[in-house]
Protein backbone atom coordinates (compact mmCIF):
# COMPACT_ATOMS: atom_id res chain seq x y z
CA UNK A 1 0.00 0.00 0.00
CA UNK A 2 2.87 2.43 1.15
CA UNK A 3 4.28 1.83 -2.38
CA UNK A 4 1.01 2.20 -4.20
CA UNK A 5 0.74 5.53 -2.60
CA UNK A 6 4.81 6.64 -2.77
CA UNK A 7 3.99 5.92 -6.83
CA UNK A 8 0.63 7.72 -6.65
CA UNK A 9 2.83 10.67 -5.23
CA UNK A 10 5.70 10.45 -7.59
CA UNK A 11 3.80 9.69 -11.08
CA UNK A 12 2.60 13.39 -10.57
CA UNK A 13 5.91 15.13 -9.52
CA UNK A 14 7.10 13.47 -12.84
CA UNK A 15 4.38 14.67 -14.96
CA UNK A 16 4.74 18.01 -13.10
CA UNK A 17 8.48 18.15 -13.97
CA UNK A 18 8.25 17.15 -17.43
CA UNK A 19 6.01 19.42 -18.43
CA UNK A 20 7.33 22.57 -16.84
CA UNK A 21 10.08 21.10 -18.85
CA UNK A 22 7.98 21.25 -21.92
CA UNK A 23 7.17 24.17 -21.57
CA UNK A 24 10.65 25.55 -20.73
CA UNK A 25 11.91 24.29 -24.39
CA UNK A 26 8.51 25.55 -25.93
CA UNK A 27 8.97 29.07 -24.82
CA UNK A 28 13.33 28.29 -25.63
CA UNK A 29 12.36 27.68 -29.17
CA UNK A 30 9.72 30.61 -29.49
CA UNK A 31 12.62 32.79 -28.12
CA UNK A 32 14.87 30.80 -31.47
CA UNK A 33 11.73 31.75 -33.45
CA UNK A 34 11.80 35.60 -32.72
CA UNK A 35 15.66 36.20 -33.06
CA UNK A 36 15.80 34.46 -36.34
CA UNK A 37 13.27 36.20 -37.84
CA UNK A 38 14.18 39.10 -37.20
CA UNK A 39 17.29 38.31 -38.68
CA UNK A 40 15.79 36.98 -41.80
CA UNK A 41 14.48 39.94 -42.12
CA UNK A 42 17.56 42.04 -42.25
CA UNK A 43 19.29 39.75 -44.41
CA UNK A 44 16.37 39.89 -47.36
CA UNK A 45 17.41 43.18 -47.48
CA UNK A 46 20.15 41.77 -49.71
CA UNK A 47 23.22 43.12 -48.33
CA UNK A 48 24.87 40.21 -47.48
CA UNK A 49 24.99 36.49 -49.27
CA UNK A 50 25.58 34.63 -46.26
CA UNK A 51 26.49 34.96 -42.78
CA UNK A 52 26.47 32.83 -39.29
CA UNK A 53 26.37 34.33 -35.83
CA UNK A 54 26.09 32.95 -32.45
CA UNK A 55 25.65 33.82 -28.67
CA UNK A 56 27.41 32.07 -25.69
CA UNK A 57 28.09 32.58 -21.87
CA UNK A 58 30.89 31.28 -20.04
CA UNK A 59 29.94 27.86 -20.37
CA UNK A 60 28.36 27.01 -23.62
CA UNK A 61 26.41 28.33 -27.20
CA UNK A 62 23.13 29.65 -26.14
CA UNK A 63 22.27 29.87 -29.84
CA UNK A 64 24.31 29.73 -33.44
CA UNK A 65 23.04 29.64 -37.35
CA UNK A 66 23.69 30.57 -40.45
CA UNK A 67 21.92 32.40 -42.84
CA UNK A 68 21.94 32.57 -46.64
CA UNK A 69 24.18 31.05 -48.97
CA UNK A 70 27.75 29.87 -48.90
CA UNK A 71 27.74 30.24 -52.69
CA UNK A 72 24.68 31.81 -54.24
CA UNK A 73 25.70 29.83 -57.87
CA UNK A 74 25.23 26.89 -56.08
CA UNK A 75 22.65 27.73 -53.73
CA UNK A 76 24.60 26.44 -51.07
CA UNK A 77 23.40 27.05 -47.36
CA UNK A 78 25.57 28.77 -44.98
CA UNK A 79 25.41 27.08 -42.20
CA UNK A 80 26.99 26.71 -38.39
CA UNK A 81 29.41 24.64 -39.92
CA UNK A 82 30.17 26.87 -42.77
CA UNK A 83 33.93 27.45 -43.00
CA UNK A 84 35.75 30.66 -43.79
CA UNK A 85 38.39 33.27 -43.26
CA UNK A 86 37.52 35.83 -40.38
CA UNK A 87 40.14 38.69 -40.79
CA UNK A 88 41.78 40.30 -37.84
CA UNK A 89 39.35 38.43 -35.05
CA UNK A 90 42.82 36.08 -35.76
CA UNK A 91 45.26 38.17 -33.84
CA UNK A 92 43.49 37.71 -30.71
CA UNK A 93 44.72 33.81 -31.75
CA UNK A 94 48.40 35.45 -31.48
CA UNK A 95 48.20 36.93 -27.62
CA UNK A 96 47.07 33.69 -26.70
CA UNK A 97 49.97 32.41 -28.45
CA UNK A 98 52.90 35.07 -27.48
CA UNK A 99 51.54 34.16 -23.47
CA UNK A 100 51.32 30.10 -23.64
CA UNK A 101 54.90 30.42 -25.74
CA UNK A 102 56.16 32.48 -22.32
CA UNK A 103 54.36 30.12 -19.86
CA UNK A 104 56.61 27.70 -21.85
CA UNK A 105 59.23 29.67 -20.81
CA UNK A 106 60.64 30.28 -24.35
CA UNK A 107 60.23 34.39 -24.56
CA UNK A 108 58.97 36.86 -22.17
CA UNK A 109 56.65 39.91 -23.78
CA UNK A 110 59.42 42.57 -22.29
CA UNK A 111 62.12 41.03 -24.46
CA UNK A 112 63.25 42.63 -27.07
CA UNK A 113 62.21 41.52 -30.54
CA UNK A 114 65.62 41.29 -31.77
CA UNK A 115 66.51 39.07 -29.47
CA UNK A 116 64.62 35.91 -31.62
CA UNK A 117 65.16 37.32 -35.21
CA UNK A 118 67.50 36.38 -38.05
CA UNK A 119 67.83 39.72 -39.38
CA UNK A 120 67.59 43.33 -38.01
CA UNK A 121 64.81 45.48 -37.29
CA UNK A 122 64.67 48.77 -36.06
CA UNK A 123 62.66 51.85 -36.66
CA UNK A 124 65.54 54.29 -38.52
CA UNK A 125 64.60 57.22 -36.21
CA UNK A 126 65.33 55.62 -33.34
CA UNK A 127 68.03 52.89 -33.99
CA UNK A 128 69.24 53.19 -31.10
CA UNK A 129 65.55 52.13 -28.95
CA UNK A 130 64.40 48.77 -28.98
CA UNK A 131 61.03 47.33 -29.74
CA UNK A 132 59.68 44.97 -27.91
CA UNK A 133 57.40 41.62 -27.84
CA UNK A 134 54.78 43.71 -25.27
CA UNK A 135 55.02 46.88 -28.13
CA UNK A 136 54.23 44.37 -31.10
CA UNK A 137 51.14 43.07 -29.07
CA UNK A 138 49.87 46.48 -27.60
CA UNK A 139 49.99 47.92 -31.65
CA UNK A 140 52.62 50.64 -30.12
CA UNK A 141 55.96 49.28 -31.65
CA UNK A 142 55.75 51.75 -34.43
CA UNK A 143 55.90 49.57 -37.43
CA UNK A 144 53.04 50.44 -39.85
CA UNK A 145 51.38 48.50 -42.94
CA UNK A 146 53.16 50.27 -46.16
CA UNK A 147 51.65 50.10 -49.34
CA UNK A 148 53.58 46.79 -50.05
CA UNK A 149 51.56 44.85 -47.07
CA UNK A 150 48.72 45.57 -49.56
CA UNK A 151 50.65 44.96 -53.35
CA UNK A 152 52.70 41.92 -52.02
CA UNK A 153 51.06 40.22 -49.39
CA UNK A 154 48.07 38.02 -50.99
CA UNK A 155 47.95 35.15 -53.32
CA UNK A 156 45.54 33.08 -55.12
CA UNK A 157 45.17 29.71 -53.77
CA UNK A 158 46.67 27.06 -56.39
CA UNK A 159 44.32 25.28 -58.31
CA UNK A 160 41.32 27.00 -58.53
CA UNK A 161 38.56 28.37 -61.30
CA UNK A 162 38.99 31.97 -61.46
CA UNK A 163 36.94 32.65 -64.51
CA UNK A 164 34.16 34.50 -62.68
CA UNK A 165 36.60 35.76 -59.97
CA UNK A 166 37.72 39.29 -59.62
CA UNK A 167 41.32 39.16 -58.99
CA UNK A 168 41.95 42.34 -57.12
CA UNK A 169 39.87 43.64 -54.01
CA UNK A 170 38.53 47.26 -54.12
CA UNK A 171 40.72 48.41 -56.81
CA UNK A 172 43.74 48.80 -54.37
CA UNK A 173 44.52 44.80 -52.96
CA UNK A 174 46.30 42.96 -55.47
CA UNK A 175 46.10 38.61 -55.24
CA UNK A 176 49.64 37.49 -56.53
CA UNK A 177 49.89 34.35 -58.70
CA UNK A 178 50.20 31.50 -56.52
CA UNK A 179 53.18 30.47 -57.84
CA UNK A 180 54.72 33.51 -56.63
CA UNK A 181 53.92 33.07 -52.66
CA UNK A 182 56.28 33.87 -51.08
CA UNK A 183 57.18 32.98 -46.38
CA UNK A 184 56.32 34.87 -43.66
CA UNK A 185 59.92 35.57 -43.13
CA UNK A 186 61.03 36.73 -46.74
CA UNK A 187 58.05 39.31 -46.37
CA UNK A 188 58.96 40.52 -43.05
CA UNK A 189 62.39 40.51 -44.08
CA UNK A 190 61.52 42.31 -47.83
CA UNK A 191 59.18 45.09 -45.67
CA UNK A 192 61.21 45.77 -42.33
CA UNK A 193 65.28 45.14 -42.45
CA UNK A 194 67.50 48.22 -43.06
CA UNK A 195 68.13 46.95 -46.48
CA UNK A 196 64.89 44.99 -47.65
CA UNK A 197 63.34 45.92 -51.11
CA UNK A 198 59.82 46.87 -49.23
CA UNK A 199 61.30 48.98 -46.57
CA UNK A 200 59.48 52.21 -47.35
CA UNK A 201 57.02 53.91 -44.73
CA UNK A 202 57.22 50.79 -43.03
CA UNK A 203 57.91 52.79 -39.54
CA UNK A 204 56.54 55.62 -38.22
CA UNK A 205 57.72 59.18 -36.55
CA UNK A 206 56.93 58.10 -32.83
CA UNK A 207 59.39 56.17 -30.85
CA UNK A 208 58.63 52.58 -30.45
CA UNK A 209 56.27 52.18 -26.79
CA UNK A 210 55.10 55.63 -27.56
CA UNK A 211 52.03 55.32 -29.29
CA UNK A 212 49.38 53.05 -30.43
CA UNK A 213 49.38 52.39 -34.47
CA UNK A 214 47.23 49.43 -35.46
CA UNK A 215 49.74 47.28 -37.53
CA UNK A 216 49.25 44.30 -39.26
CA UNK A 217 52.71 43.42 -40.00
CA UNK A 218 53.59 44.11 -36.28
CA UNK A 219 51.13 41.19 -35.84
CA UNK A 220 52.68 38.68 -38.06
CA UNK A 221 56.12 40.25 -36.69
CA UNK A 222 55.15 38.23 -33.39
CA UNK A 223 54.20 35.21 -35.01
CA UNK A 224 57.22 34.75 -36.59
CA UNK A 225 58.62 35.83 -32.97
CA UNK A 226 56.45 32.71 -31.58
CA UNK A 227 57.80 30.75 -34.21
CA UNK A 228 61.59 31.29 -33.37
CA UNK A 229 62.05 31.01 -29.93
CA UNK A 230 59.46 27.45 -29.87
CA UNK A 231 60.99 26.11 -32.95
CA UNK A 232 57.30 25.57 -34.20
CA UNK A 233 55.54 26.58 -37.33
CA UNK A 234 53.07 28.91 -35.88
CA UNK A 235 50.21 26.69 -37.39
CA UNK A 236 51.57 24.11 -35.58
CA UNK A 237 52.11 25.59 -32.44
CA UNK A 238 48.44 27.53 -32.00
CA UNK A 239 47.05 23.93 -33.46
CA UNK A 240 48.51 22.17 -30.49
CA UNK A 241 47.46 24.52 -27.54
CA UNK A 242 44.51 26.19 -28.77
CA UNK A 243 43.12 24.46 -31.39
CA UNK A 244 43.06 20.83 -30.59
CA UNK A 245 42.27 21.53 -26.66
CA UNK A 246 39.55 23.46 -27.52
CA UNK A 247 38.06 20.83 -30.09
CA UNK A 248 37.67 23.33 -32.85
CA UNK A 249 38.46 20.42 -35.28
CA UNK A 250 36.58 22.45 -38.37
CA UNK A 251 39.73 25.19 -38.00
CA UNK A 252 43.28 25.96 -39.13
CA UNK A 253 45.42 28.62 -41.36
CA UNK A 254 45.73 27.03 -44.49
CA UNK A 255 44.36 25.15 -47.01
CA UNK A 256 45.74 21.98 -46.44
CA UNK A 257 44.25 21.70 -42.74
CA UNK A 258 40.64 22.07 -43.28
CA UNK A 259 38.01 20.27 -45.47
CA UNK A 260 37.59 22.90 -48.53
CA UNK A 261 33.81 21.63 -49.28
CA UNK A 262 33.16 23.73 -46.01
CA UNK A 263 34.74 26.60 -47.12
CA UNK A 264 32.17 29.58 -47.73
CA UNK A 265 32.58 31.07 -51.37
CA UNK A 266 34.16 35.46 -51.16
CA UNK A 267 32.00 37.94 -51.74
CA UNK A 268 33.00 41.69 -52.69
CA UNK A 269 29.80 42.99 -52.98
CA UNK A 270 26.54 40.86 -53.37
CA UNK A 271 26.91 40.37 -57.11
CA UNK A 272 31.19 40.20 -57.32
CA UNK A 273 32.72 36.43 -56.14
CA UNK A 274 35.98 37.04 -55.28
CA UNK A 275 39.04 34.25 -55.47
CA UNK A 276 40.78 32.24 -52.39
CA UNK A 277 43.37 33.44 -51.19
CA UNK A 278 46.47 32.85 -48.99
CA UNK A 279 48.56 35.83 -47.58
CA UNK A 280 52.36 35.89 -46.26
CA UNK A 281 51.13 37.20 -42.85
CA UNK A 282 48.57 35.00 -42.45
CA UNK A 283 48.34 35.03 -38.51
CA UNK A 284 47.26 39.00 -38.85
CA UNK A 285 44.13 37.68 -40.17
CA UNK A 286 44.18 34.28 -41.70
CA UNK A 287 42.34 32.05 -39.44
CA UNK A 288 39.41 29.83 -40.98
CA UNK A 289 36.66 28.33 -38.88
CA UNK A 290 33.29 28.28 -38.21
CA UNK A 291 30.87 29.95 -35.63
CA UNK A 292 30.62 26.72 -34.21
CA UNK A 293 34.29 26.49 -33.59
CA UNK A 294 34.77 30.03 -32.96
CA UNK A 295 31.92 30.15 -30.27
CA UNK A 296 33.75 27.22 -28.47
CA UNK A 297 36.59 29.92 -28.09
CA UNK A 298 34.66 32.71 -26.78
CA UNK A 299 33.37 30.67 -24.32
CA UNK A 300 37.11 29.58 -23.18
CA UNK A 301 37.91 33.78 -23.68
CA UNK A 302 34.80 34.70 -21.12
CA UNK A 303 36.08 31.76 -18.66
CA UNK A 304 39.70 33.05 -18.45
CA UNK A 305 38.40 36.44 -18.22
CA UNK A 306 37.19 34.75 -14.64
CA UNK A 307 40.50 32.78 -13.89
CA UNK A 308 38.77 29.30 -15.40
CA UNK A 309 40.04 29.13 -18.42
CA UNK A 310 41.33 25.75 -19.48
CA UNK A 311 44.30 26.52 -22.24
CA UNK A 312 46.18 29.49 -20.33
CA UNK A 313 47.17 30.06 -16.72
CA UNK A 314 45.42 32.20 -14.46
CA UNK A 315 48.13 33.87 -14.45
CA UNK A 316 48.62 34.28 -18.24
CA UNK A 317 45.18 35.05 -18.79
CA UNK A 318 44.91 38.06 -16.67
CA UNK A 319 47.91 39.24 -18.30
CA UNK A 320 46.04 38.59 -21.73
CA UNK A 321 42.93 40.77 -20.57
CA UNK A 322 45.02 43.61 -18.14
CA UNK A 323 44.74 46.76 -20.51
CA UNK A 324 47.99 47.81 -21.38
CA UNK A 325 47.65 51.85 -22.89
CA UNK A 326 47.42 54.80 -21.08
CA UNK A 327 45.44 57.75 -22.89
CA UNK A 328 48.61 59.31 -23.47
CA UNK A 329 49.44 56.31 -26.09
CA UNK A 330 46.56 57.93 -28.38
CA UNK A 331 46.88 60.36 -30.85
CA UNK A 332 43.01 59.75 -31.61
CA UNK A 333 41.38 57.21 -29.36
CA UNK A 334 37.72 55.80 -30.76
CA UNK A 335 35.62 56.82 -27.59
CA UNK A 336 32.56 56.71 -30.29
CA UNK A 337 31.84 52.67 -30.81
CA UNK A 338 31.65 50.81 -28.38
CA UNK A 339 32.38 47.66 -30.40
CA UNK A 340 35.64 49.31 -31.72
CA UNK A 341 38.57 47.57 -30.02
CA UNK A 342 40.64 50.58 -30.78
CA UNK A 343 40.06 51.94 -27.42
CA UNK A 344 42.74 50.09 -25.68
CA UNK A 345 44.66 47.08 -25.50
CA UNK A 346 45.70 43.99 -23.87
CA UNK A 347 47.43 41.23 -25.41
CA UNK A 348 46.32 41.54 -28.73
CA UNK A 349 42.83 41.81 -27.98
CA UNK A 350 40.69 44.76 -27.70
CA UNK A 351 38.57 46.51 -25.16
CA UNK A 352 35.78 48.94 -26.57
CA UNK A 353 35.47 52.57 -24.55
CA UNK A 354 32.53 50.97 -22.41
CA UNK A 355 34.77 47.99 -21.20
CA UNK A 356 33.59 45.17 -23.82
CA UNK A 357 35.80 43.05 -25.03
CA UNK A 358 37.14 41.29 -28.54
CA UNK A 359 37.93 42.31 -32.18
CA UNK A 360 36.63 43.24 -35.43
CA UNK A 361 37.59 42.06 -38.47
CA UNK A 362 38.04 42.95 -42.41
CA UNK A 363 39.43 41.20 -45.86
CA UNK A 364 38.41 40.71 -49.12
CA UNK A 365 35.26 38.99 -48.90
CA UNK A 366 35.06 38.75 -45.03
CA UNK A 367 33.32 40.65 -41.92
CA UNK A 368 34.19 39.93 -38.65
CA UNK A 369 32.87 40.59 -35.03
CA UNK A 370 33.30 39.24 -31.70
CA UNK A 371 32.63 40.53 -28.63
CA UNK A 372 31.90 39.78 -24.71
CA UNK A 373 30.53 41.43 -21.80
CA UNK A 374 32.40 41.13 -18.66
CA UNK A 375 29.22 42.52 -16.63
CA UNK A 376 27.17 39.65 -18.21
CA UNK A 377 29.48 36.99 -19.06
CA UNK A 378 27.53 36.73 -22.46
CA UNK A 379 29.58 37.27 -25.86
CA UNK A 380 27.87 37.61 -29.59
CA UNK A 381 29.83 36.65 -32.69
CA UNK A 382 29.06 37.34 -36.79
CA UNK A 383 30.86 36.59 -39.47
CA UNK A 384 30.12 37.61 -42.98
CA UNK A 385 30.98 35.89 -46.60
CA UNK A 386 30.17 39.58 -47.83
CA UNK A 387 31.90 43.08 -47.31
CA UNK A 388 29.89 46.21 -47.65
CA UNK A 389 30.53 50.01 -48.52
CA UNK A 390 28.00 52.10 -47.72
CA UNK A 391 25.55 53.54 -44.85
CA UNK A 392 22.92 50.75 -45.87
CA UNK A 393 25.52 47.74 -45.60
CA UNK A 394 26.56 48.95 -42.27
CA UNK A 395 23.48 49.61 -40.54
CA UNK A 396 22.09 45.83 -41.92
CA UNK A 397 25.62 44.82 -40.24
CA UNK A 398 25.27 46.41 -36.56
CA UNK A 399 21.06 45.64 -37.15
CA UNK A 400 21.89 42.28 -36.96
CA UNK A 401 24.50 42.82 -33.94
CA UNK A 402 22.07 44.77 -32.02
CA UNK A 403 19.22 41.91 -32.74
CA UNK A 404 21.72 39.51 -30.86
CA UNK A 405 21.75 41.77 -28.08
CA UNK A 406 17.84 42.54 -27.93
CA UNK A 407 18.10 38.54 -27.46
CA UNK A 408 20.99 37.39 -25.67
CA UNK A 409 19.47 37.68 -22.27
CA UNK A 410 16.94 35.59 -22.81
CA UNK A 411 18.51 32.95 -24.54
CA UNK A 412 20.44 32.94 -21.50
CA UNK A 413 17.47 32.92 -18.94
CA UNK A 414 16.09 30.23 -20.79
CA UNK A 415 18.88 27.77 -21.42
CA UNK A 416 19.76 27.74 -17.79
Same mark, same amino acid.
Given at each position: ?K ?34 A???T????? &? ?64 P ?25 ? &? ?31 ? /?????P????I ?22 ? &? ?111 ? /?????Q ?33 G ?12 F ?40 ? &????
Open positions: MKYLLFLVIIPLSISCQTTGNMGNITYQKVNDSLREINIYQQG &HFNGFSVSVVNDQTTLYQEGFGFSDIKERKPYSENTIQNIASVSKTFVGIAILKAQELGKLKLDDIQKYLPFKVFNPHFPQTNITIRQLAT &HTSSILDNEFYLSKNYFLKPNQDLKEAKLNFDD /EQVFNSNSITMSTFLKNALSENGKWNKDSFSS &HQPGAIYEYSNVGTALAAFIVERATGQEFSAFTKKYILKPLQMNDSGWKFEDIQLSKFSKLYENPNTLLPYYQSATYPDGGMITSINDLSKYLTELIKGYHGKGTILSQKSYK /EYFTPLKASNFIDRNDKNPYSESYNSGIFIGFGYTGYIHTGGDPGVMSMMFDTKNNLGRIMIFNTNFSDKKGNDAFYGIWNVLEKYQMKLD &HKKN
